[in-house]
């Protein structure tokens, strides 16, 4: 609803012209949807299905792509496995078995773990913003997009809410499997915040049990590996100078991450007060607010469809 129209296969048959036209389009890698909303989804939906995801997956790798699959349930991420997919988002919202967790490690897939999705539900200390409440962030964000944070807060939510301990755990479990995790946010989902969010990722993965060190590996060197960004995700003579200078010891404390004293993109210092009140800003603003319109209109139209049908 928020991205479409969008090209689309029917099956198997269409998978080689439908890579080549993303290849021809510049695309780096390819993400499939592999979710038909019964697995605690908000409905139930069209998805592809696992022989024509095999497709896409062998013509993409023909081509030299790295595929992710988005999958939400441990049904779904052991269902991919045999179809060579490389990454897996996200971790799965119901509790991996022992032997699920070893058919994953086995595969030597990848799995985004977007545990962050968590703050855009009440917790246990009740509703509130987890961004606003860590002040170093809430600074950088701004104004504009912090209320855009405090607006999600006060949407209607479901009485029953997910169990966000059950991804938190099986993140756990896979990192103490060998799987690679990395790190990804999966905004803008409420409450979420393109960059900020990446230090609530952190912190979310170190409150699972997953160390400090290999969190920090997460969100650059493993993910720079997996998506083949050989030119950066490591500070070496040679690579990109994407760098970040925090005021702490993120190795041992993760919040460190917060305190940032200082940004390089490509070499070139960043104005850090620079995007506040800008022209990105307020394009960045704009595209949310176009997409969230989309999606209730479209909500809207089914919604009508729903109650003209005696049978819904």
Sequence with gaps: MMYAPFPYVTGPQDAAAFVADRVAEGATHL??????????????MPSLDVPTIAALVEAAHR????????????????????????VLAHVPFDPL???????????????ITTLAVA???PGEDGPGVPLLARPALGRLLGPAWSGVLERQ???WM?????DFTVPAGNARRLHEAGVRLLVGTDAPNPGTAHGASVHRELERLVAAGIG??????AATARTADVFGLRDRGRIRPGLRADLVLVDGRPDQDITSTQQVAAVWKQGVRADLGAYVGSADERDGLAALRAQTEKVMAAVRERLAEFHGNPRS
């Design 158 to 162: 479901s009485p029953e809410l997910p």
């Design 63 to 86: 081509a030299g792509l790295v595929v992710a699959a988005h999958v939400s349930t441990a049904r779904g991420a052991v269902d991919l496995l045999p179809t060579g997919v490389d």
């Design 31 to 44: 993400k499939v949807l592999y979710d038909d909303g019964t697995g605690g989804g908000p409905m139930p």
């Design 153 to 155: 807060a006060d949407r």
């Design 119 to 121: 703050d855009g539900f």
């Design 212 to 217: 400090p060190a290999a969190a920090l590996t």
């Design 97 to 111: 078995t022992e032997g699920q967790v070893e058919a994953i490690a086995e595969a030597g897939v990848a799995v």
